[in-house]
Nanobody
Framework: QVQLVESGGGLVQAGGSLRLSCAGS??????MDWYRQAPGKQRELVAR???????IYADSVKGRFTISRDNAKNTVYLQMNSVKPEDTAVYYC?????????WGQGTQVTVSS
């Protein structure tokens, strides 16, 4: 059974930093993403990284968030700097492997003003 397990969420003050981690089981994922879903809103892509290290970011987080991965550990990270109250959401890890997508259980990030 493929698993993606997130960690690192919590409560942080506006302007602070937080680092999320997501560890995957089994073989490497070709693409790993971070999505987020705020109450009453649709799930949205935050950042994506390929196995080769290419990245894309949502406009709302460019310059503040950095996605990275350690292929040896099959782990993806999201470094969140200069966080804002509007970054409050449940953050989900997603991995693509063999044409199939897998989701983690989500981790809550709450930014206080």
């Amino acid at each position: 059974q493929v698993q993606l397990v997130e960690s690192g969420g919590g409560l942080v003050q506006a302007g602070g930093s937080l680092r999320l981690s997501c560890a995957g089981s089994g073989s490497i994922f070709s693409i790993m993403d971070w999505y987020r879903q705020a109450p009453g809103k649709q799930r949205e892509l935050v950042a994506r990284i390929t196995s080769g290290g290419s990245t894309i970011y949502a406009d709302s987080v460019k310059g503040r968030f950095t996605i990275s991965r350690d292929n040896a550990k099959n782990t993806v990270y999201l470094q969140m700097n200069s966080v804002k109250p509007e970054d409050t959401a449940v953050y989900y890890c997603h991995g693509l492997r063999g044409g199939l997508g897998y989701w983690g259980q989500g981790t809550q990030v709450t930014v206080s003003s």
